[in-house]
């Protein structure tokens, strides 16, 4: 008998034969698409969302929807290699995952509370008609964000409901509501204060004109930001080439007007 194995390793299956030839463009996948949906149950955590405007007897409120505008810049200068933007989007991750602690941590503790209730079972109070919205970010960071108000929205379930049942007086619930958007408020104002420079290592190693006029405005970083050798978690992989305006502002057109 003939053995013909080693004459089939050298003849190429159909399949084969097709995949060396490169793709025609409509034989090519199309772009990926996805898509994200917050959804909350409390007017609490809603508001949270669009925050608020500066008027002559309140101070301006940063939302969710300001703070993932304001992250934009922020993550654009920190993928053309600002310091500044870097330094910034430590902050950032640090008041994020400070923020989630504190608010996990307050929606535990109230649950145990629930134990003492013995046989009588309470489920959360949920909305008719809750809101959905859908997010359209860019960045990791806008949707932690998301997921802190979403984090809120279950605590002030767990709340009312405690309330409700007489296991949290009607004063003690209302510190732990105002306890916990001030921790989510917080966290959403780490954005506030980056300016887009166009400022790169670089410039602040030659001490050039932008340089100067970088450091006047924000400070001087940490050596190691400055180095590149600290960057947070999430931050994009770093560009060369010139960078560009940042991307429009991010609009939630699905969002119910709160006013």
Partial sequence: MTDTSADSDLVSSPAERVSEH???PEERPGVLRGGAMLTLQTHQAQRLVRGRGYT?????????????NLLRSIWHGARYDDPYADWWLL?????????????VAAEQGIATRFEALGSLEVTAPTSVKPARIALNFSNPYAFRAARLVGLYDALVRRVLSARHVGLLARDEAERALHLGGRQVRRALQSAVGYRFLNVSRGDLEQNTAKAQQ??????????????????APFAPRRSTPTPATPTPSTRLHSLPDLT
């Avoid at 002559?56 to 993932?68: N, Q, S």
């Avoid at 902050?91 to 608010?103: F, T």
């Avoid at 970088?214 to 960057?231: F, K, M, N, W, Y």
């Fill in 22 to 24: 490169p793709l025609r």
């Fill in 56 to 68: 002559a007897d309140k101070p301006a409120i940063i939302g969710l929807i300001g703070f993932a």
């Fill in 91 to 103: 902050r950032v991750h640090a008041a994020l995952e400070l923020a989630e602690q504190e608010l």
């Fill in 214 to 231: 970088a450091r006047e405005a924000l400070g001087e970083p940490p050596e190691d930001v400055l180095t590149g050798s600290h960057r």
